[in-house]
DNA sequence: AAGCGGCCCAACCGCTCCACG
DNA sequence: ACGTGGAGCGGTTGGGCCGCT
């Protein structure tokens, strides 16, 4: 029998993504949430399997993203975090705002590692090391049952399940203010896809996404900068182009249930 | 300037979890 | 209780970037 792949890789784009697919995924999400990612390229109009597009909002797009480089309070936070949880990035990742359970993992693996090492910490164990094992330590550190390891082989010993966890979940629905979403539908018809980092722009409150008003002047002055040059004509991305339309009041999702039949379920 | 090697990180893969019928 | 399928997670990879020679 077998299960079904999550979607149809035949036809799907893979590898990095452009500007243009920021801002359909971005465009497709502030108008109307995320409920289910398997559908969601396809009524944005992208090439791409829903987990794809997850990941991308997730890593990437996702408003209340913490740009740049870690403190060091965030580190040692992560170290005291990875002592306690083992390899548990999301988990962890739960405890810092604007971090993903990817940054963190990447941010570990390169330069926390290193630290601890030098430090002369086992990074899997946190455990002073002598340097005469060192090396045998790296080299069992595929094998060797971390703190992640050891929990998954009992079942007793698996921490708090999810139902116990404090971190509640926020559902992803984006509302903008009337106010920013006119000021977008009115000047977002153009957008500079080389220019203007759609990403940087918003900020998360509670679960609505503003604009600051300086993001929004960055972005005004980009959109008009790109209106005043044949810069726009070679560059720019019209959403027109996507069939898509910001003017649009949020799109329930409910409309889309007959969709699924018609097209691709 | 060119070649090389190491580093970094975005993205993918495969697995597990979990909700739902 | 069980099967199914979407979502989420952690490990891994590959390509671009950067510094060094």
């Given at each position: 029998?077998?299960?079904?792949?999550?979607?149809?890789?035949i036809g799907l784009k893979r590898g990095p993504?452009?500007?243009?697919?920021?801002?359909?995924?971005?465009?497709?999400?502030?108008?109307?949430?995320?409920?289910?990612?398997?559908?969601?390229?396809?009524?944005?109009?992208?090439?791409?399997?829903?987990?794809?597009?997850?990941?991308?909002?997730?890593?990437?797009?996702?408003?209340?993203?913490?740009?740049?480089?870690?403190?060091?309070?965030?580190?040692?936070?992560?170290?005291?975090?990875?002592?306690?949880?083992?390899?548990?990035?999301?988990?962890?990742?739960?405890?810092?705002?604007?971090?993903?359970?990817?940054?963190?993992?990447?941010?570990?693996?390169?330069?926390?590692?290193?630290?601890?090492?030098?430090?002369?910490?086992?990074?899997?164990?946190?455990?002073?090391?002598?340097?005469?094992?060192?090396?045998?330590?790296?080299?069992?550190?595929?094998?060797?049952?971390?703190?992640?390891?050891?929990?998954?082989?009992?079942?007793?010993?698996?921490?708090?399940?999810?139902?116990?966890?404090?971190?509640?979940?926020?559902?992803?629905?984006?509302?903008?203010?009337?106010?920013?979403?006119?000021?977008?539908?009115?000047?977002?018809?153009?957008?500079?896809?080389?220019?203007?980092?759609?990403?940087?722009?918003?900020?998360?409150?509670?679960?609505?996404?503003?604009?600051?008003?300086?993001?929004?002047?960055?972005?005004?002055?980009?959109?008009?900068?790109?209106?005043?040059?044949?810069?726009?004509?070679?560059?720019?991305?019209?959403?027109?182009?996507?069939?898509?339309?910001?003017?649009?009041?949020?799109?329930?999702?409910?409309?889309f249930a007959n969709l699924e039949d018609t097209?691709?379920?």
């Open positions: 029998m077998g299960r079904k792949p999550c979607c149809d890789k993504w452009t500007i243009e697919e920021d801002h359909r995924l971005m465009n497709f999400i502030l108008n109307n949430g995320i409920h289910c990612w398997r559908i969601v390229p396809k009524l944005a109009g992208l090439l791409r399997c829903g987990k794809s597009c997850r990941l991308r909002w997730i890593n990437y797009l996702r408003p209340d993203l913490k740009r740049g480089g870690f403190t060091d309070a965030e580190e040692d936070r992560i170290m005291e975090l990875h002592s306690q949880l083992g390899n548990r990035w999301s988990k962890i990742a739960s405890h810092f705002s604007g971090r993903t359970d990817n940054e963190i993992k990447n941010h570990w693996n390169t330069k926390i590692k290193k630290k601890m090492k030098h430090l002369g910490l086992d990074p899997a164990t946190h455990e002073p090391v002598n340097n005469s094992i060192t090396d045998q330590t790296e080299s069992n550190q595929k094998t060797e049952p971390n703190m992640c390891s050891t929990v998954k082989e009992g079942e007793e010993t698996k921490g708090p399940t999810p139902k116990d966890d404090v971190i509640t979940e926020t559902t992803t629905t984006l509302i903008m203010s009337d106010n920013d979403e006119e000021l977008l539908a009115k000047n977002c018809k153009n957008l500079c896809a080389e220019e203007v980092d759609i990403g940087s722009l918003f900020e998360m409150q509670g679960n609505e996404i503003s604009i600051s008003s300086s993001s929004f002047s960055s972005l005004y002055s980009n959109i008009s900068r790109c209106e005043s040059s044949s810069y726009i004509a070679q560059d720019s991305i019209s959403l027109e182009q996507w069939d898509l339309d910001m003017t649009d009041p949020l799109v329930q999702w409910d409309l097209l691709f379920l």
